[in-house]
């Protein structure tokens, strides 16, 4: 199942309050924000969008900027993504990026394999994530994916995938090559892989739905204890991937 809800365009000073607020739950499944960063014309809006329509579209206005909602099935549990495609022209210095980054659980970094200088801006957008998030290499708890996009263009190639594989690796990001133009698997398979590394780093919150089942089973199990130590052997697990959430 998938649908999809694209904002309104907004201007880069104009979208702040846009990012405020915790109201981000409601029905069943597991949300997850993704923010994706990088220069202009990486392909950030196709990635997105090939994720989302399945299409690859050739041209988009490259001052838009745009939230977009999909949900779809992962190993069987149905997750909420609301991925926030941020323009390209954007200052990495700006304050209005900053508070785009507060919004996210988990971000896209992309690049393109065929332009260097999209490939040199990796560390300043990652160096942002760590100052807003708090995280770094070292205890690298965001979840971050360094993503080299326009895997077709292998003729005009300036951007080795080692050289890719070896950044990520040195800011502690995952690290994929896609063609958004050539490939809805690998944009898929990219989304994926950020969001089981979310649910692994428990970054992502719990709906108040499944933590009231959490409460309702360990006040329950509880109540129902007693004296019977043994039952303790059967102590229910609350891992968040054994739930119906
Ligand atoms: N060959 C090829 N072209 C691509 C691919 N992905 C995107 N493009 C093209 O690259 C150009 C820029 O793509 P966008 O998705 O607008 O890039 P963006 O990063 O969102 O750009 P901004 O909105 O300026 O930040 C468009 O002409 C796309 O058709 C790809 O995988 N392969």
Same mark, same amino acid.
């Given at each position: 199942?998938?649908?999809?809800?694209r904002?309104?365009?907004?201007?880069?000073?104009?979208?702040a309050?846009?990012?405020?607020?915790?109201?981000?739950?409601?029905?069943?499944?597991?949300?997850?924000?993704?923010?994706?960063l990088?220069q202009?014309?990486?392909?950030?809006?196709?990635?997105?969008?090939?994720?989302?329509?399945?299409r690859?579209?050739?041209?988009?206005?490259?001052?838009?900027?745009?939230i977009?909602k999909?949900?779809?099935?992962?190993?069987?549990?149905?997750?909420?993504?609301?991925?926030?495609?941020?323009?390209?022209q954007?200052?990495?210095q700006?304050?209005n990026?900053?508070?785009?980054?507060?919004?996210?659980?988990a971000?896209?970094?992309?690049?393109?394999?065929n332009?260097?200088?999209?490939?040199?801006?990796i560390?300043?957008?990652?160096?942002l994530i760590?100052?807003t998030?708090?995280?770094? &290499?070292? *205890?690298?708890?965001?979840p971050?994916?360094v +993503?080299?996009? %326009?895997?077709?263009? =292998?003729?005009? $190639?300036?951007v080795?995938s080692s050289?890719?594989?070896?950044? &990520?690796? *040195?800011l502690?990001?995952?690290?994929?090559? +896609?063609?958004a %133009?050539?490939?809805? =698997?690998?944009? $898929?398979?990219m989304?994926e892989?950020?969001?089981?590394?979310?649910k692994?780093?428990?970054?992502?919150?719990?709906s108040?739905?499944?933590i009231?089942?959490v409460?309702?089973?360990?006040?329950?199990?509880s109540?129902?204890?007693?004296?019977?130590?043994?039952q303790?052997?059967?102590?229910?697990?609350?891992?968040t991937?054994?739930?119906?959430?």
């Amino acid at each position: 199942m998938t649908s999809l809800v694209r904002h309104k365009s907004m201007k880069k000073s104009g979208g702040a309050s846009r990012y405020g607020g915790q109201a981000r739950y409601g029905g069943s499944g597991t949300h997850i924000r993704v923010v994706v960063l990088g220069q202009g014309g990486v392909g950030k809006t196709a990635m997105t969008v090939r994720f989302v329509t399945r299409r690859f579209i050739c041209d988009y206005d490259p001052t838009l900027e745009a939230i977009y909602k999909h949900n779809t099935y992962i190993d069987n549990e149905q997750v909420h993504f609301e991925i926030l495609d941020t323009a390209g022209q954007e200052d990495p210095q700006s304050p209005n990026l900053e508070e785009k980054i507060r919004w996210g659980d988990a971000f896209i970094i992309a690049y393109c394999i065929n332009d260097q200088c999209s490939f040199d801006e990796i560390m300043r957008f990652k160096f942002l994530i760590n100052h807003t998030k708090g995280s770094s &290499a070292q *205890a690298p708890e965001v979840p971050v994916m360094v +993503v080299g996009n %326009k895997r077709d263009l =292998e003729l005009d $190639r300036m951007v080795k995938s080692s050289e890719g594989e070896k950044i &990520a690796n *040195a800011l502690g990001c995952m690290f994929l090559e +896609v063609s958004a %133009k050539e490939s809805h =698997e690998e944009v $898929r398979t990219m989304f994926e892989k950020l969001y089981k590394r979310c649910k692994a780093c428990t970054a992502l919150k719990l709906s108040p739905t499944a933590i009231r089942k959490v409460m309702d089973k360990v006040s329950n199990f509880s109540s129902g204890l007693g004296n019977h130590s043994r039952q303790l052997n059967r102590l229910p697990s609350f891992a968040t991937d054994s739930m119906e959430i």
